[in-house]
């Protein structure tokens, strides 16, 4: 069973600050990882994506993947309310499932003004 | 593009009553993929379908849990009779080709008495 985790939180951080959230996996031939935001009582949204190891930066956002340590990490620069939501990590499964994203439990991010 | 389309958005029924959600893709999009989210359980995948083919349905939970796609811009996700652990927020997905972008729709809450 290809699993995903993540601390559930909630994770409060004041506004203007960075936002650090975190998520290990454990299918070791995983190629794709994928963040999305959830709103309360809305659908996910994706907001990045990565594939190689080190850094990818959008905007506010910088994801960071280390396939070694099986280790996807998600930093908000700048943290504003609007970015209160439960971030979802996703792992694209390797092998014959390769079609499948294994969705973590999210973390609530919570930014106070 | 509306996105993807789901319908009803709520819905509250009676145990061992008949349900049917339904979802409309992206058009243009292959990739049809129906998921529950709990709070105990996250967002697992139910079916998936390629060119309204069924490729995996490892996810339906038993037998009462049924899933068709007729054409390529209709879905529906079936559950007869229901019981009240069948309470969830259910999504439909859809994607071109990969599952690397999913797009969600909007969910049906389903309240199962």
């Known amino acids: 069973q290809k699993e995903v985790e993540q601390n559930s939180g909630p994770l409060s951080v004041p506004e203007g600050a960075i936002a650090s959230l975190n998520c290990t996996y454990s299918d070791r031939g995983s190629q794709s990882f994928f963040w999305y935001r959830q709103y309360s009582g809305k659908s996910p949204e994706l907001i990045m994506f990565?594939?190689?190891?080190g850094d990818k930066e959008d905007g506010r956002f910088t994801a960071q993947l280390n396939k070694a340590s099986q280790y996807v990490s998600l930093l908000i620069r700048d943290s504003q309310p609007s970015d209160s939501a439960t971030y979802l990590c996703a792992v694209k499964n390797s092998g014959g499932s390769n079609y499948k994203l294994t969705f973590g439990k999210g973390t609530l991010l919570t930014v106070n003004p | 593009d509306a996105g993807v389309i789901q319908s009803p958005r709520h819905e509250v029924t009676e145990m061992g009553q008949e349900v049917t959600l339904r979802c409309k893709p992206i058009?243009?999009?292959?990739?049809l993929f129906w998921y529950r989210q709990t709070m105990m359980r996250g967002l697992e995948l139910l079916i998936y379908f390629n060119n309204n083919v069924p490729i995996d349905d490892s996810g339906m939970p038993e037998d009462r849990f049924s899933a068709k796609m007729p054409n390529a811009s209709f879905s529906t996700l079936k559950i007869q009779p229901s019981e009240p652990r069948d309470s969830a927020v259910y999504f439909c997905?859809?994607?071109?080709?990969?599952?690397?972008?999913?797009?969600f729709g909007p969910g049906t809450r389903l309240t199962v008495l």
């Open positions: 997905a859809s994607s071109y080709s990969s599952p690397d972008t999913q797009y």
């Open positions: 058009s243009g999009h292959n990739s």
């Open positions: 990565i594939y190689s190891n």
